[in-house]
């Protein structure tokens, strides 16, 4: 088997290299994929633009056959709520699964950063001088 991940958040699609097993996907997604005497590992980051209407992260996982199409292996799907309240997801086992069977188990971590921007930057640049001004102001 030579397995590879497309990882896909909304419109956004992303390949692994062709696995030998672990994954991040920066949201950073670990994976180690385990099926039938096979535990590839990818130790791949990606990086997928989310806000918190994305509800879930999908991972196919595909078998690469030179001479004939890529076979489909199967899918975990992840929810995100949990990643956004938390900021990370240690890595987790999730099942891999096609036409409702299971196929094996895929081992991922998640990590969220969220992106800042200008205005909390300066925000946070100048929150001593706006905290030490709300503290002097007489409610």
């Excluded at 949201?27 to 096979?38: A, D």
């Excluded at 891999?96 to 094996?104: I, S």
């Excluded at 895929?106 to 929150?127: M, Q």
């Amino acid at each position: 088997m030579d397995p590879y991940a497309i990882l896909t958040c909304r419109t956004q699609e992303q390949r692994s290299s062709t696995a030998t097993g672990l994954l991040q996907l920066l949201l950073l997604v670990n994976f180690n994929f385990q099926s039938k005497g096979s535990e590839p590992e990818w130790n791949e980051t990606f990086v997928f633009n989310v806000s918190d209407d994305v509800p879930e992260v999908a991972i196919k996982l595909m078998d690469s056959d030179a001479l004939s199409n890529d076979d489909f292996v199967g899918e975990a799907k992840i929810s995100l709520e949990p990643l956004f309240l938390e900021g990370r997801i240690p890595p987790t086992v999730y099942n891999v699964v096609k036409d409702e069977e299971y196929r094996g188990e895929i081992k991922i971590g998640l990590t969220f950063i969220p992106e800042v921007n200008f205005y909390d930057c300066l925000l946070l640049r100048h929150a001593d001088y706006w905290f030490s001004y709300i503290q002097q102001q007489k409610y």
